[in-house]
């Protein structure tokens, strides 16, 4: 407008307070994310086996059931006992092929169409740090696998900790520590990884290309490696092998690879760490071009 009408008035509305203003990344980013059907379709996929293994821990405390059973099998139980390896196999692992799934759909897109369109200096002219972008965009990841992870495992838990009671919940509450850590453990290296691939490249579907040789392609060359070399020592760059290292160490139960627990962490903690130094690298609200 002409300064010289006087018109403009500065904005007196509400202002949104600093700490909740990265929020506006994540919120918009939901809005894209559910509209597409086919990921909505998954996400509900997703819940299916959880409640299988809720009806699955409810059935033996079901006397018309037991009685059914029992007349079955001759007086004999079902034999299913509820214990560390139930949710760490039984749980963890299905759910978590199907958490590296989402991040894999998810994950790459976060970063790379920002980079691609030169956005990020858009995103920094208003009051954002870098590590509240990265925060933003990593809400994304981290509320949806937790919906799928930890929260319906802690409830499986607790659903299991109900129907037995005498003190099952103190006896076995490691159970429950371990499918939170556990959960936690995997969204923070799945986070990090799908958001340092979609900075470092651009194209989605290079970037999800990356993502599969970093958990898939790397699980097969660390096999080839085991087998010439006639070591252990190769499973260190299989992140699969490595993770679930760490949740055998925690759930107590044996190890799915010969390969120290304290080598596993390091493997983990590597890769987040050059994860970080990546997006730090990438994440700027300018680019030099040689």
């Not at 949740?247 to 983990?268: I, M």
């Amino acid at each position: 407008m002409a300064v010289y009408e006087r018109t403009y008035r500065p904005y007196a509305g509400s202002l949104t307070p600093e700490w909740s203003r990265f929020l506006i990344l994540p919120r918009y980013a939901y809005r894209e994310v559910f509209q597409k059907k086919l990921f909505v379709a998954f996400l509900v996929t997703c819940f299916v086996w959880p409640l299988l293994l809720a009806v699955l821990i409810y059935l033996p405390h079901n006397v018309s059931f037991l009685k059914l059973v029992s007349e079955q099998m001759g007086g004999q139980g079902i034999g299913i006992s509820f214990n560390a390896g139930f949710f760490l196999r039984g749980f963890m692992v299905p759910q978590g092929i199907l958490a590296f799934l989402m991040a894999f759909v998810i994950g790459p897109a976060l970063i790379s169409s920002d980079l691609r369109n030169n956005a990020l200096p858009l995103y920094f002219s208003r009051p954002f740090a870098r590590w509240e972008y990265v925060l933003g965009k990593t809400l994304v990841l981290v509320n949806l696998l937790s919906l799928i992870t930890w929260v319906p495992g802690v409830l499986l838990f607790l659903l299991q900790a109900y129907l037995v009671g005498d003190g099952w919940l103190f006896d076995n509450f490691r159970i429950g520590v371990a499918i939170f850590l556990s959960s936690w453990i995997y969204i923070v290296l799945l986070c990090l990884v799908s958001l340092a691939l979609s900075a470092y490249v651009k194209w989605k579907p290079l970037a999800r290309l990356g993502m599969f040789g970093v958990f898939v392609v790397a699980a097969g060359l660390s096999q080839i490696l085991n087998f010439a070399l006639r070591t252990d020592w190769g499973s260190v760059i299989n992140l699969a092998d490595m993770m679930r290292v760490v949740w055998s160490s925690l759930f107590g139960v044996r190890f799915w690879a010969n390969v120290p627990v304290a080598a596993a962490w390091a493997s983990l903690l590597f890769a987040c760490s050059l994860c970080i130094l990546l997006l730090a690298r990438k994440v700027r609200a300018y680019e030099i071009v040689k």
